[in-house]
């Protein structure tokens, strides 16, 4: 037996107060921990199991059939067809290197979609799958299913792509779909716009009616595994369908159009009923194949359309700006009158030109017309019965005539894209180009020229409202919209115009298309020919119509290139002058008007007013307006 030392009992002491203290932090943490389990395995139970399930069951969305387009009779213009696609999902963002470049072996997949596949893998949520390659032929399909144990999280998807049947002839108005973009965005919180295979609309009706034609979303629940692959399927609910859209244009029309606009490189053509403001016929060329964006355009291919001088995106019934000409002289005359600056039995002479200080302003007859009245002005095209008339009116009572005729601003149409032209005025000249307004200013005004431009739909609007009687017509692309479920079918007919009238004197209003109707229908008339058809035999007279001749001048032939031998004809293409051309009928009961631009086609009767002549013929032959029997039921279904 050891014998007892001295300190032995202290060190004995403290060995027992560490492992009581040592103890009790255990005793607290193990009390902590217990109550802490008790906590979550009894008094939390519920919430803890809701957010397992959670993790287990995913909710995703499915996007919903996109709504159909037809024309007026029910021809199919933008439709779905079946779409073969590649999906991938990667285990958040997991591994992703690995499967894009395997995917690229397979597919061929080329920089910039590796890029854009690899971005969006990373960003996935939930394990969402994002589209490798739509569109894929029999070959592509089954060299991934040859491929499947090699590409984990690939699959096939049986999806719906966008398709337009008419191809260029709709393009401008149809419009097309894209991916959805962060501008797409804005201002809209549906969820199904997150999903990689939504398309969203870009242009033309596929973007003014975006909302209608996108439907809702279905749903469907599924089991994930802990890496959030799909293990099952548990409950699925199908969305509802967008909503079908019968537009007012008359395909066979617009075909017609098309044809006639064929052997010119680059123009417009408007038709619209003057009582309801459908628009029959919108026509711009050259067009565009939408379908090359339904299937992902090309980087070379967007170069080719964007570097194209004769704009073919550019829809140009809407968005083409050009000085009217002498189709605007309606306008000053109806202002003149109107504000008593002249009146209807008012003579003004015509030498072939006016003097305004130094300056000269000529009139296109070299030696002038002499003495004319204002509907034989019209008749003749009269630069120098224009230029007093528009300066006894003035500018301001000019400019405020044409905001009533619907010049200067944006129609109600709601096609994206569309120009409000520019109608000048007194305030305007002065902020955009920092001078006051001139008389000489007027004098241009008068005519059409100078400052002035507009659309050839605000001229199409224009010729209505003369035609009509002076009621504020608005030009309308919708005639009816349905649900899948629903019947689908045009409204009936509409003799009488709803719209509000613009309280303009009905004499005047007779004068102006008593002018018109000389332009055409008289000895005097600038676009006599027009009195007969194309194989020269006259027209039926109960297809009479009127109409107005102009051109707009691009570049002006200076004296001393004239005395050189230099022409319209001889100077490029891209300088010479626009040809337009305006009219309604028939004449004794107006229902249509139809305004016709021929980019650089130089003269407005000889280029542009042919196709004016057989497009409204052609129309009212037709008669859209009066026949609903020509609609197919099949565009319900």
């Known amino acids: 037996m050891k014998p007892f030392r001295k300190g032995d009992g ?366 034989e002005a019209i008749a003749q095209s009269c630069d120098c019965f224009f230029y007093e008339a528009a300066r006894r009116a003035g500018v301001d009572r000019i400019s405020d005539m044409a905001a009533r005729l619907g010049f200067g601003k944006q129609s109600e149409l709601g096609l994206p894209g569309e120009s409000a032209g520019n109608q000048p005025t007194r305030a305007w000249k002065q902020e955009k180009v920092g001078k006051p307004w001139q008389h000489g200013d007027t004098f241009n005004l008068g005519i059409g020229q100078g400052y002035m431009n507009c659309t050839p739909l605000q001229l199409a609007i224009m010729t209505a409202r003369i035609a009509n009687g002076g009621y504020e017509v608005q030009p309308n692309l919708l005639l009816a919209k349905a649900t899948p479920r629903e019947e689908l079918g045009p409204p009936p007919p509409v003799a009488k115009p709803a719209a509000p009238s613009l309280r303009l004197n009905p004499q005047h209003l007779t004068m102006i298309r008593d002018g018109m109707n000389q332009v055409v229908n008289s000895g005097i008339g600038t676009a006599n020919a027009l009195r007969r058809d194309s194989q020269g035999k006259p027209l039926d007279p109960s297809l009479t119509f009127a109409g107005k001749t102009g051109t707009a001048q691009v570049k002006r032939i200076t004296e001393r290139e004239r005395d050189m031998g230099i022409t319209q004809a001889s100077l490029p293409w891209h300088l010479r002058h626009h040809a337009l051309f305006v009219c309604f009928g028939p004449v004794d009961n107006p229902r249509y008007a139809c305004a016709v631009i021929v980019e650089h086609g130089m003269a407005g009767g000889a280029t542009a007013g042919p196709i004016g002549r057989d497009m409204l013929v052609e129309t009212m032959k037709r008669d859209p307006s009066r026949r609903s029997d020509r609609f197919r039921k099949m565009a319900s279904r």
């Not at 193990?30 to 939390?44: H, K, P, S, W």
């Not at 995917?103 to 997949?109: F, R």
């Not at 293990?231 to 066979?252: F, H, K, M, Y």
Request: charged residues 25%.
């Open 10 to 375: 202290e060190r004995s002491g403290l060995f027992t107060r560490r492992a009581l203290l040592l103890g009790g932090v255990q005793g607290v943490l193990l009390g902590a921990l217990a109550g802490r389990l008790y906590q979550l395995q009894v008094l939390e139970t519920e919430r803890f199991a809701t957010l397992a399930e959670e993790n287990r069951i995913n909710l995703r969305l499915l996007p919903p059939s996109r709504g159909l387009i037809f024309d007026r009779t029910g021809q199919p213009l933008a439709v779905n067809r079946n779409n073969f696609r590649a999906m991938a999902t990667s285990d958040r963002g997991r591994g992703a290197d690995v499967l894009v470049e395997r995917l690229d072996q397979i597919l061929s997949l080329g920089e910039a979609e590796r890029t854009r596949l690899l971005r969006e893998l990373r960003r996935s949520r939930n394990a969402q799958p994002v589209v490798v390659r739509e569109n894929l032929g029999w070959e592509d399909v089954a060299r991934i299913e040859f491929n499947a144990p090699d590409l984990p999280g690939v699959f096939i998807d049986l999806g719906q792509s966008r398709d337009y049947p008419e191809g260029e002839l709709m393009s401008h108005i149809v419009g097309y779909t894209g991916r959805v973009s962060d501008e797409d965005l804005a201002g809209r919180d549906d969820p199904v716009l997150q999903l990689a295979t939504i398309r969203f609309g870009k242009k033309g009706v596929e973007r003014s009616l975006e909302d209608d034609l996108r439907g809702r979303a279905g749903a469907v629940q599924v089991e994930v595994n802990a890496v959030g692959r799909v293990v099952r399927e548990l409950d699925r609910t199908e969305g509802q369908p967008g909503s079908n859209a019968l537009l007012t244009i008359d395909l066979d029309l617009q075909r017609f159009a098309a044809e006639k606009m064929k052997e010119h490189q680059s123009g417009s053509v408007v038709v619209l009923d003057v009582v309801t403001g459908d628009v029959l016929v919108m026509a711009s060329t050259p067009g565009f194949d939408p379908s090359t964006f339904a299937r992902g355009i090309t980087q070379a291919e967007w170069r080719d359309l964007l570097d194209n001088p004769e704009r073919p995106l550019h829809n140009k019934a809407i968005a083409g700006v050009y000085p009217p000409g002498s189709t605007y002289k309606m306008v000053t005359a109806l202002a003149a009158l109107e504000s008593k600056a002249i009146d209807p039995w008012t003579r003004l002479p015509c030498l072939g030109f006016i003097e305004l200080g130094k300056i000269k302003f000529h009139c296109w007859l070299k030696g002038g017309h002499g003495s004319t009245n204002v509907v």
